[in-house]
């Protein structure tokens, strides 16, 4: 991840971009130090703090139009980022420039998701591809399954809990 570095670039303090975020300066730290890898609510809160998108974090690549993403790239294990909450993601379209949405194949296990409540700015769209899980927005918890999509503000609070052993969805964030 590049945070690091565009931090450094806007000659900005561990202390002040985090304490934009709303988390300690130590967490920045092991963010950018690839101690841990956040969740994508944590990156989110990071690329605003930063004025960039999630992509700019993950990517060097700038391009414009179309980008196409064959099977090959997301079947990758290494194309992959592994969470602390205990889920993986895969995001798409990371070298496109100036989005206003950015999609991210999941995949999460039973057993090893841990339980955290995500907030951030946006929208949220989500559609389950295998599996089921249980997805709670604010305080309605829905199950959803294979065809099964969700669609709500990233600002309220939301979490996802596996039922099957194994949940794979696709989940588009406005940026």
């Known amino acids: 991840m590049k945070i690091r570095r565009i931090r450094k670039q806007q000659n900005r303090t561990l202390e002040e971009v985090s304490s934009l975020c709303g988390f300690t300066k ?4 092991k963010i950018e130090n690839g101690a841990t890898t956040p969740p ?3 990156l989110m809160k990071i690329s605003e703090a930063l004025g960039v998108t999630v ?3 993950l990517e060097d690549n700038k391009e414009s139009g179309t980008v196409f993403t064959q099977t090959d790239s997301y079947k990758d294990p290494d194309s992959w980022i592994k969470t602390e909450n205990g889920y ?3 995001a798409f379209a990371t070298r496109r420039q100036d989005k206003i949405m950015q999609p991210y194949y999941f995949v999460a296990k039973k057993g ?6 995500l907030s951030h700015n946006g929208e949220e769209f989500l559609f389950v591809l295998e599996g089921q899980m249980k997805y709670r927005v604010g305080s309605i918890e829905y199950t959803l399954g294979p065809g ?4 709500f503000t990233s ?5 996802l809990t596996p039922i099957s052993e194994e949940v794979k969805y696709l989940a588009v964030f406005s940026i």
Do not use: C, G, M, R
Not at 148 to 151: E, F, G, H
């Open 155 to 159: 600002i309220e609070e939301h979490t």
């Open 40 to 42: 994508i609510a944590t």
């Open 88 to 90: 993986s993601f895969y």
């Open 112 to 117: 090893e998701v841990k339980k955290h409540v």
């Open 26 to 29: 130590s967490l920045l730290s």
């Open 148 to 151: 099964d999509s969700i669609y």
């Open 55 to 57: 992509s700019d974090l």
